[in-house]
């Protein structure tokens, strides 16, 4: 499966994103998905993921802040980002495989907050 995501940028802290990866291939309904980040000068972090069932799951940072969703008829998950923070600053990369492991990822897209 191949993953592109889009819709990072730059906002303002307490300002809202919404990261989009959008994926090939027909299987995507069958796959968990994740979304991870990384930082200038850290290591790659979990954000949040939601099972192919539906479930999610978020990284403590970030609960009650960031929504993870997918719609599976468009091959689609989403990160719905409010209440930014200019340590949410970093690379966000979306992931397909399962909750165990993801095998494979999209080419990231940089989300910048300025205080």
């Known amino acids: 499966v191949q993953l592109q995501a889009s819709g990072g940028g730059l906002v303002q802290a307490g300002g809202s994103l919404r990261l989009s990866c959008a994926a090939s291939?027909?299987?995507?309904?069958?796959?968990?998905m994740a979304w991870f980040r990384q930082a200038p000068g850290k290591e790659r972090e979990f954000v949040a993921a939601?099972?192919?069932?539906?479930?999610?799951t978020y990284a403590d940072s970030v609960k009650g802040r960031f929504t993870i969703s997918r719609d599976n008829a468009k091959n689609t998950v989403y990160l719905q980002m409010n209440s930014l923070k200019p340590e949410d600053t970093a690379v966000y990369f979306c992931?397909?495989?399962?909750?165990?492991?993801?095998?494979?990822w999209g080419q990231g897209t940089l989300v910048t907050v300025s205080s």
């Open positions: 992931a397909a495989g399962r909750l165990s492991g993801f095998h494979y």
């Open positions: 939601i099972t192919w069932s539906g479930s999610s």
């Open positions: 291939g027909r299987t995507f309904s069958s796959y968990d």
